[in-house]
């Protein structure tokens, strides 16, 4: 196949996973510390932290999990 590239997985794993945690971790950080700083959050910015939190696991756990065991072993 002309021009076929092949996909580098462990790179979009370790990168996947990474964006992961930094959501996860700008969602505690504003959930957890903003609040302590800046006073009360609007609630739509406490849903949106909340959001990057639950995004955050989600990404970190499913990224590793289809592009790390499961894409590799079906090509």
């Known amino acids: 196949m002309a021009g076929h ?10 990168r996947g996973f990474q964006v992961g945690v930094a959501l ?4 505690a950080f504003g959930e957890g510390v903003l ?5 009360p959050l609007p ?16 990404v970190g756990f499913f990224v590793p999990l289809i592009f790390g065991l499961v894409l590799p ?3």
């Open 43 to 58: 609630q739509w910015e406490a849903t949106l932290f909340f959001d990057a939190e639950v995004i955050g696991l989600l």
């Open 73 to 75: 072993l079906t090509e």
């Open 5 to 14: 590239r092949s996909i580098d997985y462990p790179t979009i794993t370790k």
């Open 24 to 27: 996860f971790l700008l969602g």
């Open 35 to 39: 609040p302590a700083i800046a006073g």
